[in-house]
């Protein structure tokens, strides 16, 4: 079943590829984000062995982070153009219409086949009984949905005053940890491991959060965007006080 999720996530992100041609907005792929775990789900459900709990549960959690993920980049995004870290691609990269497909969307299908690996293995596997395992999961899980939508909603408030315009949020979870949304997406993750460890072989699927946490920690979350929030007044003081990504540890 391995080569058909590909073949769902390669035909998805070329659809983003071709809107964000007709729109010269690269950006447009985050959007394309949360709905394209939905599809996934969707589709290795459909080809599920059997119907048990522990897939029912974690078709709704992925639905549920999907969507409020989708509205949530939906709403901060509209109107305001392409994101800077595209801008600046588009304005620098040559060939840049054949480097963006590979290099943003090729590349974000590859991410999203490694990342959503427990989900289709849960789903293609026969069930078993839930387990201490899952609770284990919905917890972690509850915890990183928290820390992402309270974040998101935090720092949206925050924009919204003129008065923090070229200003940096540290109230809230922002006081703990400079990236609480990060940190709760990579929660999120670990949380739907957790649900794969009751399969059989399940703990392989450990490459997914790990993936991602390696990812917004090191790569494409946190030093991008900490690049621009370096220029904004305030940011030594701050950085020098509040955990990068896990709260209260500031060494990681």
Avoid at 45 to 59: C, E, F, H, N, T
Avoid at 147 to 176: A, R, V
Avoid at 193 to 216: D, E, K, M, N, R
């Amino acid at each position: 079943m391995y080569w058909q999720i590909a073949l769902v996530i390669l035909g998805f992100m070329i659809l983003a590829f071709i809107v964000a041609l007709l729109g010269r907005d690269n950006s447009i792929v985050d959007l394309f984000w949360g709905p394209g775990f939905i599809i996934v789900t969707a589709f290795s459900l459909s080809m599920a062995p059997d119907l048990d709990m522990r897939k029912l549960i974690v078709a709704f959690l992925v639905l549920l982070w999907g969507l409020r993920l989708a509205i949530y980049i939906f709403l901060r995004n509209r109107g305001k153009g392409e994101d800077f870290r595209y801008k600046h691609w588009r304005e620098t990269w040559k060939n840049f219409v054949f480097r963006s497909f590979f290099q943003i969307f090729l590349l974000q299908g590859l991410f999203m086949y490694i990342i959503s690996y427990p989900i289709w293995y849960i789903n293609y596997h026969p069930g078993e009984v839930l387990s201490t395992l899952d609770t284990i999961g919905l917890v972690i899980f509850g915890i990183g949905f928290m820390f992402e939508t309270i974040g998101d909603m935090q720092l949206s408030f925050f924009k919204q005053n003129p008065k923090n315009k070229s200003t940096l949020i540290t109230t809230g979870l922002w006081k703990y940890t400079r990236h609480p949304n990060y940190f709760g997406e990579a929660l999120i993750w670990w949380g739907i491991w957790f649900y794969a460890i009751g399969i059989p072989g399940g703990w392989i699927t450990v490459i997914s959060p790990v993936v991602i946490t390696l990812s917004l920690r090191f790569i494409s979350g946190v030093p991008m965007l900490e690049k621009k929030l370096k220029q904004q007044p305030g940011w030594e003081e701050y950085a020098r006080k509040t955990a990068p990504f896990i709260p209260f540890i500031k060494w990681l």
